[in-house]
């Protein structure tokens, strides 16, 4: 298999970089390509917009490439999401998209044109405590398709995203269509008054109110000078009451090494 990492947000570290290559060599049941784009550096992002889509466009038109992960998130790839889809190159479709956090985007977009994506660790992990069981957990989905890289509470069609990320995503052209699908959520760095400000806009929408329930991931949240009242499962179920969705109860996803893989097909 031969999968081709970009960097469609920020870039990717060297030593991450070298980290996976090595990784993925010891495997000696993959090729991994990293392009030189994921070194680029504009202001925060891993280039201007125009390279990290021309980077994507590339992959995504060749044929040799079986998958595209995405090197990290960060924040960037809305900026570039809705062009990548312009005139989809019929190769983008056979191909395999990997990634998560501010990837969200482009899963989001890349799913609503008819490709195959799924939210799952990326290489930067490589250099969170756990790394590289994160790395050669997406690996293994990848090459063969792994179960035991799956998300274990898995049932039926479904999705993965960062609650800001899902927010975001939300009346706009590329917009999931969330119907009788699981919708699995997790969350960085944000308090629990602004994780309750994004379940309000989420299950307010009528899109996500489709959904045929939400699960909970990991959340990481910051000590506040004033005490929420409530933690973050009670905050999602709550909303989730109010709303009429499902609460499903907790998932294994998050931005962390134990991130699992969720297929959206």
Known sequence: MRIAVVAPSCPLKRESAEAVEALAAARGDCELVIHPQCFSSDGHFAGPDRERRAALREVMSDPSVDAVWFARGGYGSN???????????????????????????????LH????????????????????DAAVGRALDWLVSGDAGALEPGLSGPAMAYNL??????????????????????????????RIDRLMFHITGSAAVRKASGIRLGRAQVPENDRP????????VRDWCGRSGIAYRGRADIGHDSGNKVVPFF
């Open 112 to 131: 609503k044109a008819g490709c195959r994506v799924a939210h799952g660790p990326m290489p930067q992990d490589i250099a969170r405590a756990g790394g």
């Open 79 to 109: 900026r570039i999401a809705e062009a990548v889809l312009a005139d989809l190159p019929e190769a983008a479709r056979d191909k395999i998209y990997l990634g998560y956090s501010d990837g969200g985007f482009l899963l989001a977009a």
């Open 228 to 235: 929420f009242g409530s933690d973050e499962e009670a905050i």
């Open 164 to 193: 800001t990320v899902l927010s975001c995503l939300l009346g706009t052209a590329i917009e999931p269509d969330f119907t009788a699908r699981e919708l699995l959520v997790e969350e960085l760095d944000e308090h629990h008054y």
